[in-house]
């Protein structure tokens, strides 16, 4: 009977137990300076761990003057529940909050100087582009004016080929100018050859004939 009555109570502390952990909270010191956790519900009980303002306990049993709480290390014992709080005590979220602050304010200066960098990687690449369009504008403008060149170039090989063409015809007709110069010039030089023999020989003809006339003047 003895056995049986152990082991219900056995299981009695164990359900017990299950049912405090189950309903168990989160609770935090407030703002007192220490508080001392003790091995039982009074101060008659040793002291066996000391918490602080705004460190964070787990509440297993809560009561009117006296709660069973359970500290980080696992180490459970007794504290005054009027020092109990289900809100962090302001000063611990002040100080939380400064945290946080100074946190974001690191984060922002970082990403201020991830901003900065990029900026400066942006106006670098946008100089870039914009040497690299410069360098297309004067590739550009050194095409038209190389096919302008090219198009005065097939004008300007028209004009020398049509002038080539009007060279030889003229030469040609040159050719053909000294050739009549020629012809020209040996007609006339026989002209004036026949013309002058012709002379010669009537002037000696005359003077053969005044001759013959004063031998036969002078025999009479």
């Known amino acids: 009977m003895k056995r049986k009555t152990g082991w219900m109570l056995a299981i009695g502390m164990c359900l017990l137990a299950v049912a405090t952990n189950a309903r168990a909270e989160t609770v935090y010191v407030s703002d007192v300076i220490k508080l001392s956790v003790r091995s039982g519900p009074g101060n008659e009980h040793k002291s066996i761990a000391v918490t602080e303002s705004g460190q964070q306990l787990e509440l297993i049993t809560p009561g009117q003057e006296w709660s069973l709480v359970r500290l980080a290390n696992g180490a459970e014992g007794y504290v005054l529940a009027r020092y109990l709080t289900t809100i962090q005590p302001g000063r611990f979220q002040y100080g939380q909050l400064q945290d946080k602050i100074k946190a974001l304010t690191a984060q922002a200066a970082s990403l201020a100087g991830e901003n900065s960098r990029l900026k400066a990687e942006n106006e670098k690449l946008a100089a870039t582009v914009s040497g690299g369009q410069e360098q297309i504008d004067s590739l550009r403008s050194e095409y038209e004016t190389f096919k302008q060149e ?4 097939v ?6 080929d049509a002038l080539t063409a009007e060279l030889e015809q003229k030469n040609k007709q040159l050719a053909v100018l000294e050739i009549q110069s020629d012809d020209v010039y040996r007609t006339t030089y026989l ?8 002379v010669l020989f009537a002037g000696f003809l005359t003077g053969y004939s005044v001759k013959r006339q004063r031998w036969r003047s002078s025999l009479s």
């Open 155 to 160: 004008g300007l090989k028209a004009k020398t």
């Open 150 to 153: 090219a198009t005065d170039l």
């Open 191 to 198: 002209y004036w050859f026949v013309a002058g023999a012709a």
